[in-house]
């Protein structure tokens, strides 16, 4: 099994940056693509970024692109998402996800689900 954690979610101001962490752990299948989601409460969960496994492909939501950067180290086996210019309709938990393949995309499969980190941007 595979085991995902995220980190770094909190309660910022509008404008600010945070940067999510997910690690995973367990057996990763040597090559894995990884993506973010995101929900809040009564909303479908939906995609904001995802990384092929070398980080040489990415894909954004229209909503994140050019304020998000997904990244990864797979020496530490955890991948990335900067946010930055946070605005309150970024508040959501996020959820990490990964797919034993090496392509990853906004309408990919995605097997592996962590627990999610809650991010609050306030106006």
């Known amino acids: 099994q595979v085991q995902l954690v995220e980190s770094g979610g909190g309660l910022v101001q509008a404008g600010d940056s945070l940067r999510l962490s997910c690690t995973a752990s367990?057996?990763?299948?040597?090559?894995?693509?990884m993506g973010w989601f995101r929900q809040t409460p009564g909303k479908e969960r939906e995609f904001v970024a995802a990384?092929?496994?070398?980080?040489?492909?990415?894909y954004y939501a229209d909503s994140v692109e050019g304020r998000f950067t997904i990244s990864r180290d797979n020496a530490k086996n955890t991948m990335y998402l900067q946010m930055n210019s946070l605005k309150p309709e970024d508040t959501a938990v996020y959820y990490c996800?990964?797919?034993?393949?090496?392509?990853?995309?906004?309408?990919?499969?995605?097997?592996?689900w962590g627990q999610g980190t809650q991010v609050t941007v306030s106006s």
């Open positions: 367990g057996r990763t299948f040597g090559y894995y693509g």
């Open positions: 990384i092929n496994w070398d980080g040489g492909r990415t």
């Open positions: 996800a990964l797919r034993p393949s090496i392509v990853a995309t906004p309408t990919s499969n995605y097997q592996y």
